[in-house]
Every structure is written in C-alpha cells, then in structure tokens.
C-alpha cells in the first residue's frame, strides 16, 4: 500500500494493527511484552471473567456488525443472504470455542484455526462482491 502512494489505506491498517494490541491488553492475563523484546509484561486479565468477556467482546461485535452495515449496501439477494450465514457461522464458532470441549491437540487447533481463516476470508471476499459502499445517512 505504502509502494502503491496509498497512504490512507496503509495508515487505517496500521492503526487496526496498533489497535488490536491494545485490545489484547484487556482481555490477556499480564503477557503481552510493552515494547519488543521488553520485560515489561501487561494486561487485565479480562478473560479470567467469562460474563465480562461475553459482555465486552459481544460489545464489539455488534458495534463492528453496525458499522459494517452502515457503510455497505448489499447488491443483490445472495449478498444479504450469504452475509448473515457468515454472522451466524461466526457466532457458532465463537461459542462452540468458548463452551465446548478442548481441542484434541495443539496441531488440531491450528489446523481448525487455520482452515477457518480460509473459510471465512473467502467467504467475505465472496460477500464483498455482493456488496457496494455507500454509507447510509
């Protein structure tokens, strides 16, 4: 983006980088290096509280969700449709992940983690598609 002359874009995607780590300052027990290859450890520990974390993280969600909503206007009927299958796969597995069982083995979760990436990515690219960009007044 940078090489491209698009500073705009390059600088939103920073500050969602930057602000992800602040977001995982909440939720993480204290383990998150202040700086790179610091001592200093942070956080608040936000998970150790399963309502609060419901709460904070349900929060976001849906203030996400909004803006997303605001800002798009979908094309067509499979674009609507295709978007909330997305939003409720995404619920499943939020809470499948915070209420089920344990994954069998670390390989297991990456490979699970990883393949929803996938899913997901494309799926929403496949949304994209079925949308356009026009904020809503």
């Known amino acids: ?22 977001l995982d300052a909440i939720v993480h027990r204290p383990d998150l290096p202040l700086v790179p ?5 942070v956080g ?6 399963t309502a609060a974390t419901l709460v904070v993280e349900g929060a976001m969600f849906i203030a996400g969700l909004l803006v997303y909503l605001r800002t798009i206007t979908f094309s067509d009927r499979a674009g609507r449709i295709g978007f909330w299958i997305l939003i409720g796969m995404l619920l499943l597995a ?44």
């Not at 983006?1 to 602040?22: D, E, G, K, Y």
């Not at 608040?44 to 509280?49: A, D, G, H, R, T």
């Not at 670390?106 to 990515?121: N, S």
């Open 37 to 41: 290859g610091g001592e200093t450890r």
């Open 94 to 137: 939020y809470f499948g992940t915070g209420f089920g069982p344990p994954p069998p083995s670390v390989e297991a979760m990456a490979w699970t983690v990883l393949a929803g990436g996938i899913v997901t990515g494309a799926w929403g690219y496949w949304i994209e598609w079925h949308t356009t960009t026009s904020p809503r007044r």
């Open 1 to 22: 983006m940078v090489l491209r002359r698009q500073t705009r874009a390059a600088i939103i995607v920073a500050a969602v980088v930057l602000s992800h780590w602040f």
């Open 44 to 49: 608040l520990s936000l998970w150790n509280s």
